[in-house]
T-cell receptor, first 115, second 111 residues
Framework: GAGVSQSPSNKVTEKGKDVELRCDPI?????LYWYRQRLGQGLEFLIY????????KSGLPSDRFSAERTGESVSTLTIQRTQQEDSAVYLCASSSGPSGADTQYFGPGTRLTVL | KQEVTQIPAALSVPEGENLVLNCSFT??????LQWFRQDPGKGLTSLLLIQSSQREQTSGRLNASLDKSSGRSTLYIAASQPGDSATYLC??????????WGAGTKLIIKP
């Protein structure tokens, strides 16, 4: 596809359940980012993948959060034992360059609601 | 720790007016500053990117300025249109190559 896609667009889950969010970056983009946006707040950086390098996980809020990326393609963000505080929009972005200095292209996001 | 603030949080103006959105950051050690637009149910769209060595960037009716020493950026929108209604986000790329985001300004252009 022409842009970054994410699935599902909406996810409602019960507290304590695990969820998996998916991101398909733009083909050929080596960098991939996950962000979280709580209602009325700015984006929070979660994790950054660059090629085959070890990911930058410095933004993950707890060990319940993890992410994987297969080569330079699809990425999944997994949240285990979800809490109500995890409710937010999760945004994925990709860029063509090796650093954050290049323009990031964002997907439409996944809105997660934890009941 | 880098912090980014956007003022105002919300703005409503009549169609046709020129307007300015403000962004401030606490640490001048940045690589660049970006302005994004966020529409409901859609992804973010990058509007303008200003490198730390630049003072401004222009795209159509949009002009963004950067004063790194004072930690300020403005996004100027000329001749506003209802289609400009969206949330505008400012983000700086800090010395650790992480994007630090403001909370955004929600703009409503009234027909």
């Amino acid at each position: 596809g022409a842009g970054v896609s994410q699935s599902p667009s909406n996810k409602v889950t019960e507290k304590g359940k695990d969820v998996e969010l998916r991101c398909d970056p733009i083909s050929g983009h080596t960098a991939l980012y996950w962000y979280r946006q709580r209602l009325g707040q700015g984006l929070e950086f979660l994790i950054y993948f660059q090629g085959n390098s070890a990911p930058d996980k410095s933004g993950l809020p707890s060990d319940r959060f993890s992410a994987e990326r297969t080569g330079e393609s699809v990425s999944t963000l997994t949240i285990q034992r979800t809490q109500q505080e995890d409710s937010a929009v999760y945004l994925c972005a990709s860029s063509s360059g090796p650093s954050g200095a290049d323009t990031q292209y964002f997907g439409p996001g996944t809105r997660l609601t934890v009941l | 720790k880098q912090e980014v603030t956007q003022i105002p949080a919300a703005l409503s103006v009549p169609e046709g007016e020129n307007l300015v959105l403000n962004c401030s950051f606490t640490d001048s050690a940045i690589y660049n500053l970006q302005w994004f637009r966020q529409d409901p149910g859609k992804g973010l769209t990058s509007l303008l990117l200003i490198q730390s060595s630049q003072r401004e960037q222009t795209s159509g009716r949009l002009n963004a300025s950067l004063d790194k020493s004072s930690g300020r950026s403005t996004l100027y929108i000329a001749a506003s249109q209802p289609g400009d209604s969206a949330t505008y986000l400012c983000a700086v790329l800090d010395s650790n190559y992480q994007l630090i985001w403001g909370a955004g300004t929600k703009l409503i252009i009234k027909p």
